[in-house]
């Protein structure tokens, strides 16, 4: 019969043994002080009194510890100092061999045992002993000496989750994202069917990388190759492999691929990879850190001289642009999956794979709020429905309607309704004019999304807002730009028109037209006097790992050229304010009219604001009450 000694020992951790060490040291001391247990303490003084008193009957000296016999039988202990001897430290305190015998003292001198000079010795020594093996056995192992550490730092702290823990989440849990699960499935296929690429003379990827923005399900899509892979699957975060002390992390890196070889065929997932596979040789630290080993580790450890060890490594990032290329080689993450946001069907499908199990209404349309929700990633969709559901709740709602879904979204999107805020009528024409200039501006221009609601009513940090209802676009055209620049200026343009006058409502608009007018000039080329060329290189940061680059921070470009920048924005938001104005003077009556309207009822849906477009522009208004400027 084979022999397993270690199979039902109990796992103590070592911190428990050194513990117990410390806890047998200290009550070692206690025990030869006499402080743990034995008769009462007292002074030594107190003690030579007694004896001239003739109080006690017998002493007992062993070592430096003094015991008293009392005449009535009990007994008192003291302490001499070891350096001196019994009969200095009784003459010291006027205590001769003539007082103890006219007093009747028995004196007993025991000699110290060798077991006692043992004990003290150790006493002594053992504490420093073992506080030089812990340290010597700890640094040495932490770095690198094996994933045994006696804390426990070169261990990997992958979880691997059995049947028990593995997910119930399946490729049917996800939505959205349908080219990223076929490229999975097929990593799921080999490790239950190798046989069938094998025939072919086809090998499975070593690695698949997922890169996306944040928030469209790369996490999820791991949660369910765990959930449909029947090999064990080992989750762990990029960040959990780096410590303060060197050698920790490409141990720990070298202990979890020994837990996957050993369980091989398996997966391996490495969630926010970025943590530790940033380039290397780059950015303001250097090259010798731990980040850098660790990710020296991590490469060897995916294609070394031992390439054959059946383990798939999967990892997530939002930031592939900042990753090692010797990682992103083929042989390492031969297959990079884009996990981008989703579409208006993706949406959709999202949407309804979400809301199982909650009572939404019928008279809600995932299609029309995946229309309204254009940029949104999975997690916000998710987000929204939650949203929903309380806003339901706390209406004493069984189901989440359409209300609750509007709610919802205003509320992600512009931040909770401050119903407790108290606007003056002066201060609610004003916003009702300047959201009225957005909103009339937008419906007399081509590339604009159409207007979904306008409302007054103040939510988060703005007093009002028009929301569009936006599609999904994959390109954008100059004339695009121009457009939603002019839009943007439009509440801005309004004040001027009917008051004559400017207010700090416009601050986030012009915010948001200064960026698009720099971004056609610096990123697309769609200046016509500064031509093809792209100024600033936002990926030329030493802070996210990359090369100290020409003007550090991605100022690549001369003085003259950050002057015509300049020159061509201005030029860029004064041609569309100019657009604005015009549009805004030559749709006065309907401004008023929407103005008015907003006022009256402080919010719009798409509906009431068209049929006020296109009702007659001659109907008799009223002018707000300031002057005009025509």
């Not at 469209?216 to 959990?240: D, N, Y």
């Not at 986030?508 to 290189?537: C, E, F, K, N, V």
Request: charged share 25%; proline share 4%.
């Amino acid at each position: 019969m084979d022999e397993q000694p270690n199979e039902n020992r109990p796992n103590v951790p070592t911190w428990v043994w050194i513990l117990g060490v410390f806890a047998l040291i200290l009550g070692l001391q206690l025990w030869l002080s006499g402080r743990f247990s034995g008769p009462e303490q007292i002074s030594l003084p107190d003690a030579m009194d007694r004896i001239k008193s003739g109080q006690v009957e017998q002493i007992s000296l062993s070592g430096s510890r003094l015991r008293l016999t009392m005449n009535d039988g009990s007994e008192l202990s003291t302490t001499i100092d070891p350096s001196s001897s019994l009969e200095e430290s009784l003459s010291y305190f006027g205590v001769s061999q003539e007082v103890l015998a006219e007093n009747g003292v028995e004196l007993i001198v025991n000699d110290q045992s060798g077991w006692n000079t043992f004990i003290s010795i150790f006493l002594g020594v053992g504490p420093v002993l073992l506080l030089i093996w812990i340290f010597s056995r700890g640094f040495r192992q932490m770095q690198g000496g094996g994933g045994n550490s006696i804390f426990g730092f070169g261990r990997s702290k992958a979880k691997n989750l059995n049947d028990a823990d593995r997910p119930t989440v399946t490729f049917d849990d996800v939505a959205g994202v349908e080219e990223g699960k076929q490229e999975l499935e097929e990593v799921v296929q080999f490790l239950r069917e190798p046989e069938k690429f094998v025939q072919v003379g086809a090998r499975i990827p070593k690695g698949v990388l997922m890169v996306g923005p944040p928030g469209t399900g790369k996490t999820l899509l791991a949660r369910a190759v765990a959930g449909e892979a029947g090999v064990p699957f080992f989750h762990i975060s990029g960040s959990e492999f780096v410590e303060m002390f060197v050698g920790v992390g490409a141990s720990r890196v070298r202990d979890l691929f020994d837990k996957a070889k050993q369980a091989a065929p398996s997966i391996v997932f490495v969630d926010e990879i970025d943590a530790v596979g940033r380039q290397r040789g780059a950015g303001l630290g250097g090259g010798h850190d731990e980040r850098e080993q660790t990710l020296n580790q991590i490469l060897v450890e995916m294609d070394g001289f031992d390439n054959e060890t059946n383990v798939i490594v999967m990892a997530a990032t939002n930031r592939a642009d900042i990753l090692d290329p010797a990682l992103l080689r083929p042989g390492r993450f031969d297959r990079k999956v884009f996990v981008d946001l989703p579409d208006v069907k993706g949406r959709e499908a999202i949407l309804a794979v979400h809301a199982r199990g909650k009572p939404v209404s019928s008279e809600v349309s995932f299609a029309d709020i995946a229309r309204l929700t254009a940029g949104f990633s999975g997690a916000d969709l998710e987000n929204l429905l939650n949203e929903a559901a309380i806003y339901a709740a706390r209406r004493n709602q069984r189901t989440i309607g359409l209300l609750e879904f509007q709610d919802a979204f205003d509320r992600i999107v512009m931040g909770p309704e401050r119903k407790s805020r108290v606007m003056s009528e002066e201060d609610r024409e004003t916003v009702a004019y300047h959201e009225a200039g957005h909103a009339v501006v937008s419906f007399n221009l081509l590339n604009t999304d159409p207007v979904q609601k306008i409302t007054i009513v103040p939510r988060g940090r703005a007093g009002g807002y028009v929301m569009p209802l936006p599609e999904d676009r994959f390109v954008h055209s100059r004339e695009y730009f121009n457009d939603q620049i002019t839009m943007a200026l439009g509440g801005r343009a309004s004040e001027e028109v009917f008051f004559g006058r400017i207010t700090t409502g416009a601050s986030s608009d012009l915010q948001q037209a200064t960026r698009m007018a720099r971004a056609m000039i610096m990123q697309y080329g769609m200046s016509d006097s500064l031509g093809l060329p792209t100024y600033g290189d936002s990926h030329n940061n030493p802070f996210l790992g990359r090369e100290w680059g020409y003007g550090m921070g991605g100022r690549d470009y001369s003085e003259e050229a950050a002057r015509a920048i300049d020159e061509e924005v201005k030029r860029i938001l004064h041609d569309n304010y100019e657009r604005a104005l015009n549009i805004i003077r030559e749709n006065r009556d309907k401004m008023v009219t929407l103005a008015q309207k907003l006022m009256e009822v402080e919010t719009l849906d798409r509906a009431m604001f068209e049929e006020l477009m296109n009702a007659a522009a001659n109907t008799a208004v009223s002018l707000p009450n300031a002057s005009v400027n025509a």
